[in-house]
């Protein structure tokens, strides 16, 4: 793993990689400045220096800085003085400050260092290992943080255009049910009432065949607003069923030819969940090729390995951004975040790549969440 580009446990889950933070470091003394920098350079950081509170103010105001490491005894402006003016700005409310002293020792002078906010105290002669782990425990808290807003930020972006799908998908639906059902149902209305007052004495074997046309043409809508809600086969025949139905009806509707492959050739039965979560990633990475790849062919893959279940969807189309297949925050449309979220709630997670010419869409799902109860995980967990 490289210096400049961190994972941690949420990572391997589709968090995007944090890249290294900024750590400044105040002293009056360009010697104990050199000497810090010796010290921290092993954790990959980035360090920047400042040789006054005033500059340090400066590259505060340029910089976004994860901790501060200063001096308590400086001219002009001394390390309690700075700590008051940091504490003072919104935007440093939860900037780490670290003081270093080799006068301010007794209990008096950290008593007032952690009034004005500093998260520690050193004093000197400083010894290289404690100052670089307290420091490393601070930036790491700063990069999760970085990342966690980074998460929340997406999801309320998801959230926003969740509700903005949902509510186009009721106008579509309210649009099918008036202009298709609703129009049917009224011209089979308008002949039963002409058949009722005999209007259509000499046309009543004409006029009743329309009928059932129209009501064959309503049920037929009705099937197909329901499949769409949720496919009847994925209660009755399974996810394999489903998706063979949903796979041959894209590739008669669209100019995608799509195959499928379910291993092992008698694939079993799901948890209901389950079996509707990885319907609807294949059903939304489907939607996406049509809409967006340009692609000839699609191609499907659900395994149930020993340890996991791994559904991939793979085209020939143009590819995607970068950013996208990456995962980065503000990037994700409602499919893709959809996707993720679902896998996320099984304890799984989304990948994607660029194959050149094509995408793979890849989603990973532990085997044991598969064998215990129809629940997601963390809709057992007690605590959230």
């Given at each position: 793993?490289?210096?400049?580009?961190?994972?941690?446990?949420?990572?391997?889950?589709?968090?995007?990689?944090?890249e290294?933070?900024?750590?400044?470091?105040v002293?009056?003394?360009?010697a104990?400045?050199?000497?810090?920098?010796?010290?921290?350079?092993?954790?990959?950081?980035?360090?920047?220096?400042?040789?006054s509170g005033?500059?340090?103010?400066?590259?505060?105001?340029?910089n976004?800085?994860?901790?501060?490491?200063?001096?308590?005894?400086?001219?002009?402006?001394?390390?309690?003085?700075?700590?008051?003016?940091?504490?003072?700005?919104?935007?440093?409310?939860?900037?780490?400050?670290?003081?270093?002293?080799?006068?301010?020792?007794?209990?008096?002078?950290?008593?007032?260092?952690?009034?004005?906010?500093a998260?520690?105290?050193?004093?000197?002669?400083?010894?290289?290992?404690?100052?670089?782990a307290?420091?490393?425990?601070?930036?790491?808290?700063?990069?999760?943080?970085?990342?966690?807003?980074a998460?929340?930020?997406?999801?309320?972006?998801?959230?926003?255009?969740?509700?903005?799908?949902?509510d186009d998908?009721?106008?579509?639906?309210?649009r099918?049910?008036h202009?298709?059902?609703?129009?049917?149902?009224?011209?089979?209305?308008?002949i039963?009432?002409?058949?009722?007052?005999?209007?259509?004495?000499?046309n009543?074997?004409?006029?009743?065949?329309?009928?059932?046309?129209?009501?064959?043409?309503?049920?037929?809508?009705?099937?197909?607003?329901?499949?769409?809600?949720?496919?009847?086969?994925?209660?009755?025949?399974?996810?394999?069923?489903?998706?063979?139905?949903?796979?041959?009806?894209?590739?008669?509707?669209?100019?995608?030819?799509?195959?499928?492959?379910?291993?092992?050739?008698?694939?079993p039965?799901?948890?209901?969940?389950?079996e509707?979560?990885?319907?609807?990633?294949?059903?939304?990475?489907?939607?996406?090729?049509?809409?967006?790849?340009?692609?000839?062919?699609?191609?499907?893959?659900?395994?149930?390995e020993?340890?996991?279940?791994?559904?991939t969807?793979?085209?020939?189309?143009?590819?995607?951004?970068?950013?996208?297949?990456?995962?980065?925050?503000?990037?994700?449309?409602?499919?893709?975040g959809?996707?993720?979220?679902?896998a996320?709630?099984?304890?799984?997670e989304?990948?994607?790549?660029?194959?050149?010419p094509?995408?793979?869409?890849?989603?990973i799902?532990?085997?044991?969440t598969?064998a215990g109860?129809?629940?997601?995980?963390?809709?057992?967990?007690?605590?959230?």
């Amino acid at each position: 793993m490289s210096a400049n580009e961190r994972m941690d446990p949420l990572n391997h889950k589709g968090a995007p990689p944090i890249e290294k933070v900024n750590i400044l470091m105040v002293d009056d003394q360009p010697a104990k400045l050199l000497s810090y920098e010796a010290i921290l350079n092993e954790l990959g950081e980035n360090l920047i220096k400042a040789t006054s509170g005033r500059e340090a103010l400066e590259q505060l105001l340029k910089n976004e800085v994860a901790v501060v490491l200063m001096d308590v005894s400086m001219p002009d402006l001394d390390g309690f003085e700075l700590a008051d003016i940091i504490r003072q700005h919104p935007r440093f409310q939860k900037t780490a400050i670290i003081f270093i002293s080799a006068v301010h020792l007794t209990d008096v002078d950290r008593l007032r260092g952690y009034q004005r906010g500093a998260m520690d105290y050193i004093s000197v002669p400083v010894v290289p290992e404690l100052l670089k782990a307290k420091v490393s425990v601070f930036a790491e808290l700063h990069r999760k943080r970085l990342q966690l807003e980074a998460l929340n930020n997406e999801l309320r972006i998801l959230s926003g255009r969740l509700l903005t799908l949902q509510d186009d998908e009721r106008r579509r639906f309210a649009r099918e049910l008036h202009d298709g059902l609703g129009q049917d149902l009224v011209a089979v209305k308008m002949i039963v009432d002409a058949l009722g007052t005999d209007q259509l004495t000499k046309n009543k074997e004409q006029a009743t065949a329309q009928a059932s046309q129209l009501i064959d043409r309503a049920l037929q809508q009705v099937r197909s607003i329901s499949h769409l809600l949720h496919p009847p086969l994925l209660d009755e025949g399974g996810l394999q069923s489903a998706l063979r139905w949903y796979v041959d009806g894209l590739t008669r509707r669209s100019e995608i030819q799509t195959s499928m492959k379910l291993l092992p050739e008698d694939f079993p039965r799901l948890t209901p969940e389950l079996e509707t979560t990885i319907f609807r990633i294949v059903q939304e990475a489907l939607t996406n090729i049509v809409r967006h790849s340009e692609a000839r062919n699609a191609y499907i893959s659900v395994a149930k390995e020993k340890k996991q279940v791994v559904v991939t969807i793979r085209d020939d189309g143009k590819g995607i951004a970068k950013q996208i297949v990456d995962l980065r925050p503000g990037s994700l449309g409602v499919g893709i975040g959809g996707m993720r979220q679902r896998a996320k709630e099984f304890g799984g997670e989304l990948r994607m790549e660029n194959l050149g010419p094509g995408t793979l869409v890849e989603v990973i799902i532990p085997h044991e969440t598969i064998a215990g109860s129809t629940q997601p995980p963390n809709m057992m967990a007690s605590v959230g």
